[in-house]
């Protein structure tokens, strides 16, 4: 090479390098790639990695890989991991170690046999060898016992599976990952990533009260995909909820979270997870995995291509120059919110509590976040909130009731579910109210609201009819401020209690927990203006708005909706917006209290586009 030439590319070298470590240093998260063994083995050849990694790096800041060295009886050689440690260092990226502790499974996926003595001495030779190598690595959301073969039957003894994998695989954490590897290498940092089903954790032996203890850090499975193709049927909410609520389990120790491009519709569907996880304050946000993001990204089933939104596919094609990969979503994606990520405060919603091993109404809190209840989830009871929103899964608390009487004759609000209602019953539930959750199912076409007596107002119909229980109650004891008719008859959808010092509500959860999109929009209004108390901002909206909202009077506005919809925020003490993305200036009017209790506030209308956001800050 001719030295002006050499000098050139040196020098270029290092204005990219330096500048890529000044963006590290300010940007408001990390963007991190994971390399799965296989990727790993095939970086083999030089030629294709460093095509493949200029193409995905040309499309998207990289500032850190994952290396994985074990997934599927796949081991790589050290040699080639250190080499390939090596070559992503020099392009100045930080690199870290990866594990996915699966074996060989035909399709469904299988863990380790655990009381094998075999399969126990592959896994510490496999933390031993990965803690040779880095300082940090991470276990993919694998790490689980699903199987039940003879030897696992024979340790089980009269233990529940759930125990028995519990018990095992905290043992296993302790013993087997965490301490092996740490003898090798003593300064290591071990993360555990959670997947996205916390609600059937302990099922598998994962143990979010302990196994988070033995681990340096956690992360967390963001990936949400599909609502309704997948078979988890997860709520686009749950992106940032799960990060919310993570971040609670191991306060400061949640490293961050992570997307998939697998089994999405359309394209906005990938964006989307993306932002909910850093809406949610992720550290890191992982894009899983450098093989597809190599892969072609097409728009998809999208009939709101045409509107302004925030996808723009032709920008998108123009950053790819040509044919858009999924490295140039991501790109896209994560480049337009860096701008105003970093002027969010923390975040807040309201309270809820899931103790860590909880089970019923199972993930019934996206549901409410997709209905425009922003929701701040818990692992212990949150005995500081003026409003705590309680679910079925509340129920495995054997001190539940006296802290819901604390809260109540504090003055304070709980909101209590139809299904926490049912599992309390005969458990002093009955001390609260004398309500009675009947098998007796209604299916309720209109609604009206009302705050005391008289005929109400009429807060619309559903497009078709829902099915909710029927939960009976004492007139003049309990207020249905809420209503659902069906055939002329009414029946309670939001049960009002005053109690001690504080107010009781029990909502009703239509059987089928989509059918919460079928409310029309003013029933939805009136349970928001309810159940929220004192929130300093909300909506006005039809389901499928959501609301994300922090504590320096930041908050963002998200559409999942296929069509543009009217919003109306209503902020307290502020009579302006600012709308952090295009700076423009929105004025409010006053607006009126429709009963006692909902607080005063300033009305802000606005349009948000198909899968859309807006990001305001409250004041001049």
């Not at 790096?57 to 796949?74: A, F, G, M, P």
Request: with cysteine.
């Amino acid at each position: 090479m001719k030295p002006r030439a050499w000098f050139f590319l040196s020098l270029l070298s290092y204005f990219f390098t330096s500048t890529l470590a000044q963006t590290q240093q300010t940007a408001p998260f990390k963007t991190v790639v994971y390399i799965p063994v296989q990727i790993t083995l095939k970086m083999k050849d030089r030629q294709w990695l460093e095509s493949s990694w200029a193409k995905i790096r040309s499309q998207l800041q990289v500032d850190k890989v994952y290396l994985e060295t074990y997934r599927s009886r796949i081991l790589a050689d050290e040699s080639l991991v250190a080499d390939l440690k090596k070559f992503f260092r020099d392009q100045g990226v930080e690199v870290s170690g990866a594990i996915c502790f699966s074996d060989d499974d035909n399709g469904q996926f299988a863990s380790f046999t655990y009381t094998k003595p075999e399969d126990r001495a592959y896994v510490k030779h496999v933390s031993e060898m990965t803690a040779k190598l880095f300082d940090e690595i991470i276990l993919d959301d694998f790490f689980f016992a699903n199987t039940k073969k003879p030897s696992d039957i024979a340790a089980k003894g009269d233990l529940s599976w759930t125990d028995f994998r519990l018990k095992t695989m905290n043992e296993v954490s302790r013993d087997l990952v965490v301490n092996a590897a740490k003898t090798v290498n003593p300064k290591v940092k071990m993360i555990i990533k959670y997947p996205n089903w916390y609600e059937h954790f302990q099922g598998n032996g994962y143990d979010l009260a302990e196994q988070p203890k033995f681990f340096d850090a956690i992360y967390t499975g963001t990936e949400t995909r599909d609502p309704v193709a997948t078979d988890q049927n997860l709520q686009q909410y749950e992106s940032y909820e799960i990060m919310r609520y993570f971040d609670e389990i191991a306060p400061g120790r949640n490293g961050g979270g992570w997307v998939d491009t697998f089994d999405i519709k359309y394209v906005d569907r990938y964006s989307e997870q993306l932002w909910l996880t850093v809406f949610g304050k992720a550290r890191e946000m992982t894009l899983f995995n450098f093989g597809p993001l190599l892969e072609e990204a097409t728009q998809g089933n999208r009939p709101w291509q045409n509107s302004a939104t925030s996808i723009n596919w032709s920008k998108i094609s123009t950053r790819a120059k040509g044919r858009p990969i999924f490295a140039s979503v991501a790109g896209d994606a994560l480049d337009q919110i860096k701008p105003f990520v970093g002027k969010l405060g923390n975040p807040i919603g309201i309270a809820s509590y899931r103790p860590v091993h909880a089970t019923g109404e199972d993930f019934l809190h996206n549901f409410l976040g997709m209905v425009g209840i922003p929701i701040e989830l818990y692992p212990t009871f949150p005995t500081r909130a003026d409003v705590v929103l309680l679910t079925e899964g509340a129920a495995s608390d054997a001190n539940l009731i006296n802290e819901i009487k604390e809260r109540l004759n504090a003055g304070k609000t709980v909101v209590m579910t139809s299904g926490l209602w049912h599992a309390l019953e005969g458990k002093g539930a009955e001390s609260l109210d004398e309500i009675r959750y009947t098998d007796h199912k209604v299916a309720v076409t209109s609604f009206i609201g009302a705050f005391g007596a008289g005929a109400g107002t009429d807060i619309g119909k559903s497009s078709s009819p829902i099915l909710i229980p029927h939960l009976r109650f004492l007139t003049n004891d309990a207020w249905p401020v809420v209503r659902g008719i069906a055939d002329n008859n009414g029946f309670p959808m939001l049960l009002m209690n005053q109690y001690g010092k504080g107010t009781l509500y029990v909502i009703t959860i239509p059987e089928n927990f989509t059918d919460l999109y079928l409310i029309p929009e003013a029933a939805l209004n009136a349970i928001r203006s309810f159940v929220m108390g004192n929130f300093p901002v909300r909506i006005e909206a039809p389901s499928k708005v959501s609301l994300f909202a922090y504590d320096n009077g930041t908050f963002i506005v998200e559409s999942f909706r296929d069509e543009p919809t009217n919003v109306t925020v209503l902020a307290a003490n502020t009579a302006s917006l600012t709308d952090l993305v295009s700076t423009q200036q929105l004025s409010g009017t006053p607006h009126k209290p429709r009963h006692p209790g909902e607080p005063a506030t300033t009305a802000f209308s606005m349009t948000i586009a198909p899968h859309s956001y807006r990001v305001f800050q409250t004041g001049n």
